[in-house]
């Protein structure tokens, strides 16, 4: 029987400490015992990452140290601030444009059989394709402007939010319906009402879904147009071969990656929390 | 108060090819402040002859009257009660209240008031802010009733409202809306597979036959309102049920189709 005992009075044992645990020293502590296992696998990784690095002494695989080193350095000229500015600003004009169209055509599709008969080949097509194809085709048509760069982030994120906003309205709760429809709702009002937050949860799977294909997008459309942004560093680094630089612009990618999507995720999190349940479920 | 005439409605494929005659010529007409229930297996169409009433679908021929005007669709003087709840997951217990007024256009603090005064009605007071995954599927429903009630209907529109209940819940929910009935009594149209269900609810239970749905028999439940204590040993509600099982019996088609089925040719 103490036995059984044991790991409830651990659990409240730890819940009062961290209770206790106040300001910031209390709040990291939280996160970390709340996300032990992807701390650990991230430190892990890194742990991992200098031990080989170290021990090889491979030029094309610099320990995590060196890398943060160069990432300080190409910090310190100040062209890291500029060039992220530059990607970022390509990814928002970028992602808002296939937001804003994407709910427009998913909505229209999902509402309208003939609107989705007439469109969905070509959604199809585009969501199968790899987007790189276009990037010659925009080249010859708008040429190195910052327009082929909004444009390859739309490409990137357009398709899948239109798909999930239409399968969102698409399969909406019938019974919800019918019952707006009982209490004497209008078309209006059961689309406002009932369709669009039914339609929430995957509508926002989709924007999150469509920002971490954004982030591959600004990335692959200035490596392939490289001009500006980071991803035209990463091509100059590349070139020279540094790829303790290169490294480091990699990371600086991957953490605009997660903090964009973070962004997105909190965002949903407020909207849609009423479906937690029903989703982990 | 409602008057069915010769209504008859037809299931059919969009091609045409199938067709299903889910009512035949029903007849029927309810009474003001009336109980009726609506009995019969499955596929006998009891839910489809709600929703005509409801003006939640058309009907093919024949007329379906309330106070002597056509109906063309949902109205304010209606309100349903669904068998799955159909409860916004979204919106707290107070909205999904208050839903009916906020779609005719109610002020908030008008809503507000009214759906308090029926979450307290339907006893789910402290629940006000929950949302509808926190409550068993019992309380589920008293938040279906509530709703239906708060916009003040003359008739109450019942589709199985018990069916998805467990035995125990549903003995309370039963009572309790026998309770609500005898105090403040509203026209119900009550459907219903279970046959004590029926008599123990019911001014008149109408028991149907399947494929197509016609009305078999109406029968008057002999106990008045309030409902005497331990009717439900009396044995005439015994002999009644025993009755009502005898006719039901033959009419279960072991055809291998279900109600829903055949509903769901019309889409």
Redesign the interface.
Known sequence: MAESITPIEKISKSQTLEQKRTGRAGKIWHFVFRWWPETASILGGIALWELIGRLLHFPFFPPFSAVVEAWWQIYLTGELISELLQSLRSLAIGYSLAVVLGLMLGTLMGRFRKVQYFFDPLVDINLSTPTLVYIPILFALFGISDATRYIIVFMYAFFIIVVNTLTGIRNVDHSLVEMARSFGASEGQIFRRIMLPDALPLIMTGLRIGMTRAVKGMINGELFIALVGLGARLRTYSGSFNIAKVLAILLTIIVVAVVMTAIVQIIDRRLTGWAETVQDA | MIEISNCTKIYSSHDGSNQVEALDSINLSVKEKEFVALLGPSGCGKTTLLKIV???IPWDKGSVTIKGKQVTG???D???V?Q?F?L????DIKTNIA??L???GKSKAEREARAIQLIEAVGLKGFEDR?P?HLSGGMQQRVGLARALA?NPETLLMDEPFGALDAQTRRLMQEDLLRLHEQEPKTVIFVTHGMDEAVRMADRVVLMTARPGRVKEIIEVPFGRPRPKDFDKDPAFIELIDYLWDVLKTMQVLDGTTENETFSKES
Not at chain 2, 88 to 91: F, I, L, T
């Open positions: 409801g003006g939640l949902p109205g304010s209606r309100a349903v669904f799955n159909a916004m997951p979204w919106a839903f009916g906020e779609l005719q949302y995954r916009v």
